[in-house]
């Protein structure tokens, strides 16, 4: 009796594949050759659900951004204005093991996207949806009578996500200078100056 194969699970196997390479080893090392191995499969069982290394990557990143949505949706449930903005973006900083392989996957992909439209696609996408969401919080916040600014609410918007961008990156790069107390300190404080 032939083998049945789970498609869907066969396609996240390669997908977690990729993303541990990614963040393991870099996106320049994530070659079909690296991630069927780190799968535990032949390139020829890749080829036979993606249509090329673009389109594993893409997978990828989309996978990564379809988890973090899921996550920050539980943990806003419920609050709205700056308790959930305040949660939003604290989740958006790699502060546990989880955020910072999600971070390091998302930097990853961030020069490869300057010189790749379709990558370049995805993530403005996913800044797009993202910052309409921060935007929408501060609007919540300001009609609840939360904010105490009234600073115009899009350069407020630009100025977390920035922040957020910076921190996470210098976590990333600088660990050494910077600790994820720190960092959770400096974003709580940018909050706070809100209120």
Known sequence: MPKIVDHDERRREVLSAARRVIVRDGIDAATTRAIAKEAGYSNGVLAHYFADKDEILLSALRQS???IRERLT????GASGLAALRELLLDNLPLDAERTQESRLEVSFWSRSLASERLAEVQRTEADELRAVVRD??????S?????TDDNLDDLTEHLLALVDGLSLHLLLYPGRLRRVDVERLMLQALD???
């Open 65 to 67: 951004h379809q988890r």
């Open 74 to 77: 539980r943990k806003v449930e």
């Open 144 to 148: 609840a009578g939360e904010l105490r």
């Open 193 to 195: 100056r809100l209120s």
């Open 137 to 142: 919080l501060l609007a919540q916040a300001r």
